[in-house]
């Protein structure tokens, strides 16, 4: 009987070895892809999402690098995002202009950029009137998304791009929509958050639905504006 435990015991301590060992490893890798995907974001990314990935570059470019975006999207969402840029915007596709692994490099970096887990608020089920949607969206979204959502050169990205509706949920827009982004221009616009704009749930909700409604409409617009 005590051989057994004695073999059990001796079990568990290689057990936790090896786990410390495949930790340390795992870590290493995780560390050398944030610190190529850094390179590639410098070399790719700065001159419009700026050095601290706040928009401050020098060309007109999103945010990305603030809590409310990195934890609404999920890295399959990032690097769907660089992949397929959004068509017709100032957001290229970067599929044929960098490697696979430098693609997935550079989502390890911009996802080192979150330092804390936020939870929202969002409804089960997002389905609204989109004609209602479109009046309040041209009362209150307008003016920096402007017509139908194709985007203004320094103030809001297109939101209505087909990419952008492709590879962005309901939930994920409706969550950008009520919470904003902070350090941004685009404020929370949820009834009882500090923001400006202070729409209902359900208003939000019709807003989503109006913005999924004009993906139809995209491809007969060549009036856009990049974000």
Not at 32 to 49: M, N, P, R, S, T
Not at 193 to 208: A, S
Request: proline share 3%; with cysteine.
């Amino acid at each position: 009987m005590k051989k057994i435990l004695y073999g059990l015991y001796i079990l568990i301590i290689i057990g936790i070895i090896v786990c410390l060992i495949n930790s340390d490893i795992f870590n290493k890798k995780e560390s050398e892809a944030i610190f190529a995907g850094e390179k590639v974001y410098k070399k790719q990314c700065l001159i419009c999402h700026g050095e601290t990935g706040k928009g401050e570059g020098p060309n007109a470019g999103t945010a990305i690098n603030n809590q409310n975006y990195l934890n609404t999207v999920s890295n399959k969402d990032i690097y769907n995002s660089i992949k397929y840029g959004r068509n017709g915007t100032g957001m290229p596709a970067y599929e044929e202009r960098i490697s696979e692994n430098d693609l997935k490099n550079l989502v390890a970096f911009i996802r080192d950029w979150q330092t804390e887990e936020i939870k929202f608020d969002v409804p089960k089920v997002i389905a609204g009137d989109p004609v209602a949607g479109e009046k309040l969206y041209n009362l209150k979204c307008l003016n920096c998304h402007g017509e139908a959502g194709v985007g203004k050169l320094k103030m809001g990205p297109a939101i209505s791009n087909s990419e952008y509706l492709k590879y962005t949920s309901d939930k994920q827009i409706w969550i950008s929509a009520a919470y904003g982004r902070e350090n941004t221009s685009m404020g929370p616009s949820l009834k009882g958050l500090d923001g400006v704009r202070q729409l209902k749930k359900e208003e939000i909700t019709d807003i989503v639905s109006y913005l999924r409604s004009v993906k139809v409409q995209e491809e007969s617009r060549t009036d856009y504006l990049k974000p």
